[in-house]
């Protein structure tokens, strides 16, 4: 079974801190992807990776940056929390593109 | 641009029922389509993936349909228990050369015993 593992269920962090958000695949996924999820606004695509080294923004990457240095392996990196980025955080991956993703359990983040 | 809805926002039924779940979406240009299921303050689940060039898929209890022309699925849940009990969504893939998915805002269910 494909897992995706994220370092932490829940995190409060207050405004202005950066803060790390680290997802883990064990199935030799080419492909990565941060998700945010909000109340009535659903999921929307924050970055995702092809391969490692290499990025691509999705619908809303404003303050957040990511960074894929191994293949399993791919961060969100909020450089400087603010109380809008409170949120559930999902990762995903994927084998390629168009194969269907596996999601991890999330990570509630609360900005204060 | 692709929009994905689903109707309805939220269904309750007595367990032992059959029922339809609806996705709509406005392009059919589609690479394929997928059904999650997401249980309250958790990840997503995969339930099923269907690709543009197929009508169905079917796992247990569970039968997803797709019909590009009219730009809908629907996912059918045979005699429905209490654990069935989440919100589903679909969500749709418009290629590979971009992984881009679009989801809809989900159903959530409820299954009483």
């Known amino acids: 079974d494909v897992k995706v593992t994220q370092s932490s269920r829940y995190l409060v962090k207050r405004t202005g801190e950066k803060v790390f958000l680290e997802c883990v695949q064990d199935?030799?996924?080419?492909?990565m992807f941060w998700y945010r999820q909000d109340p009535g606004l659903g999921l929307r695509l924050i970055y995702f990776?092809?391969?490692?080294?290499?990025?691509e923004k999705g619908d809303i990457p404003e303050g957040y940056s990511v960074s894929r240095e191994k293949k399993e392996r791919f961060s969100l990196i909020l450089e400087s929390a603010s109380t809008n980025q409170t949120s559930m955080y999902l990762c995903?991956?994927?084998?390629?593109?168009?194969?269907?993703?596996?999601f991890g359990p999330g990570t509630r983040l609360t900005v204060l | 641009k692709q929009e994905v809805t689903q109707i309805p926002a939220a269904l309750s039924v007595p367990e032992g029922e059959n029922l339809v779940l609806n996705c709509s979406f406005t392009?059919?240009?589609?690479?394929?389509l997928q059904w999650f299921r997401q249980d309250p303050g958790k990840g997503l689940t995969s339930l099923l993936l269907?690709?543009?060039?197929?009508r169905e898929q079917t796992s247990g209890r569970l039968n997803a349909s797709l019909d590009k022309s009219s730009g809908r699925s629907t996912l059918y849940i045979a005699a429905s228990q209490p654990g069935d009990s989440a919100t589903y969504l679909c969500?749709?893939?418009?290629?590979?050369?971009?992984?881009?998915?679009?989801f809809g805002p989900g159903t959530s269910l409820s299954v009483i015993p």
């Open positions: 969500a749709v893939r418009r290629g590979t050369s971009y992984d881009k998915v679009i």
């Open positions: 269907i690709q543009s060039s197929q």
């Open positions: 990776s092809y391969d490692v080294k290499m990025k």
């Open positions: 995903a991956s994927s084998l390629w593109r168009g194969h269907e993703q596996f």
């Open positions: 199935m030799d996924h080419e492909n």
């Open positions: 392009d059919s240009a589609i690479y394929n």
